[in-house]
């Protein structure tokens, strides 16, 4: 692979999305090739996945299913956006990936672990982000945004949340030179500007 690949992680209410975006703008306005994407979506059949995971109506779907709809959109995004982009040399920036897999399905949801992290490496194509950037924030804060309308899985209890976010500490533990743990400060400047600092190290 030629390209570059950074992921966005965080629990809800992080600022991931923000932040995706600002540093893509940041990067184009140096001149740098940048592919955005979200997870689920940014393909049309994951934007449909997206639309059925994030729904509050579907309270049915069950853990095993939920993680199979995740991996389903993820393996369309890799086949039709990261792939191509990074065998063109492009910096992709994704607003989650399969850590996001492990931590809610896995280390909340309950699911196996190691079944996760076998299905991910055969959807993904064995391609690992190159930088994680973990956005940690205080979890009932993030939940609880003045005016906000829940999805589905911001409608999980908070010790569903407070799982994820034990979760994704595990995992920046395990691989902490990949998944570089940025504290939310109160300016989002302040914030992205560490953000900015790690990206720019990372493409010298």
Same mark, same amino acid.
């Given at each position: ?80 956006? !990261? ?5 063109? #040399? =492009?910096? @992709? ?5 399969? %850590?996001? /897999? *492990? ?9 196996? !672990? ?5 299905? #991910? =490496?055969? @959807? ?5 982000? %190159?930088? /994680? *950037? ?71």
């Amino acid at each position: 692979m030629k390209g570059i690949f950074i992921t966005f992680e965080g629990p809800e209410g992080s600022g991931k999305s923000t932040h995706t975006k600002l540093l893509c703008e940041y990067l184009r306005e140096k001149g740098k090739d940048i592919v955005y994407a979200r997870e689920p979506g940014s393909t049309a059949i994951g934007e449909k996945i997206r639309s059925i995971l994030l729904d509050p109506e579907n309270k049915e779907l069950s853990e095993i299913a939920e993680m199979c709809l995740y991996m389903a959109a993820r393996a369309q995004l890799v086949k039709e956006v !990261i792939l191509p982009a990074l065998k063109e #040399g =492009k910096i @992709v920036i994704s607003d989650r990936f399969l %850590d996001a /897999t *492990i931590a809610y399905q896995g280390y909340a949801g309950g699911l196996d !672990i190691g079944l996760i992290k076998m299905l #991910g =490496k055969a @959807v993904t194509l064995g391609i690992k982000p %190159d930088l /994680t *950037i973990f956005l940690d924030n205080d979890v009932d804060k993030g939940l609880n945004q003045h005016g906000k309308i829940k999805d589905r899985i911001e409608n999980k209890p908070l010790s569903y949340h407070k799982k994820v976010h034990f979760g994704y500490m595990q995992l920046a533990n395990l691989e902490p030179e990949r998944i570089r743990i940025i504290s939310q400060d109160t300016e989002i400047n302040k914030t992205q500007g560490k953000i900015r600092e790690l990206a720019d190290k990372l493409l010298k």
